[in-house]
């Protein structure tokens, strides 16, 4: 694992503990070596994972729509900051040159790219590791809907057991480092339909 994507909120959200969470999620993943791949942004939780990793000497790769870097909210101080045409091209991007994902507290954004990443696990398209950063708790709700996806058999076990969990940035880069994909199995079950 070389470097790690992170998605989490261009706002920096009410709980003061989000941005120390992201604070420490960039210094971890710079004192291992590990280059962030995130959206680019220089507010909110991103700015501040970027800011952190930067300050530790570490390397960010951010990746922003032009129609975000034309509002002016692009990190300038990024080892490498790639604009690009859409949204789409800034999620195929962030994937190809992540080894891992990871998702802090945010909004639709945050949400929708968590569940691309594991949908393309699920189908076989990656064999990446996912988690989420549970910071003060906030994925806590999240979490038990996806138990409950896997006790009425709309999501398999092993589906449910691959998004990984974590309240702290070393135990869930940990988990990401040491992560074993299950094997892809065949998602319908002709005997069932």
Same mark, same amino acid.
């Given at each position: ?7 989490c909120g261009?706002?920096? $959200? ?7 969470q992201a =604070? ?15 959206? $680019?942004? !220089?507010? $909110?939780?991103?700015?501040?994972l970027a ?12 990746? %922003?729509? *032009? ?5 002016? /909210? ?27 994902? %990871? ?6 954004? *945050? ?7 594991? *949908?393309?696990?699920?189908? $076989? ?8 950063? +549970? ?24 589906? !449910? +057991?691959? /998004?990984? =969990? ?19 199995? =065949? ?7």
């Amino acid at each position: 694992m070389n470097s790690v994507a992170v998605y989490c909120g261009s706002s920096a $959200g009410a709980n003061p503990a989000f941005v120390l969470q992201a =604070q420490a999620l960039g210094a971890a993943l710079a004192v291992q070596n590990l280059t962030l791949v995130y959206g $680019g942004g !220089r507010v $909110g939780l991103m700015g501040a994972l970027a800011d952190a990793v930067l300050a530790h000497g570490g390397r960010v790769v951010g990746v %922003i729509p *032009t129609f975000l870097a034309d509002k002016e /909210l692009a990190h300038k101080g990024c080892t490498e900051l790639h604009v690009v045409g859409s949204m789409h091209e800034r999620k195929l991007l962030m994937a190809d040159r992540a080894d891992a994902f %990871i998702a802090m507290p945010g909004g639709y954004g *945050t949400l929708e790219e968590l569940f691309e990443v594991l *949908t393309w696990g699920q189908l $076989g398209l990656h064999r990446k590791p996912v988690g989420v950063l +549970n910071v003060a708790g906030f994925y806590d709700h999240l979490l038990g809907a996806l138990d409950r996806m896997r006790d009425d058999q709309l999501l398999r076990p092993e589906n !449910r +057991n691959a /998004l990984l =969990q974590d309240d702290s940035p070393a135990g869930l880069l940990a988990q990401l480092a040491h992560y074993r994909p299950a094997p892809v199995a =065949q998602w319908l079950d002709p005997s069932t339909t």
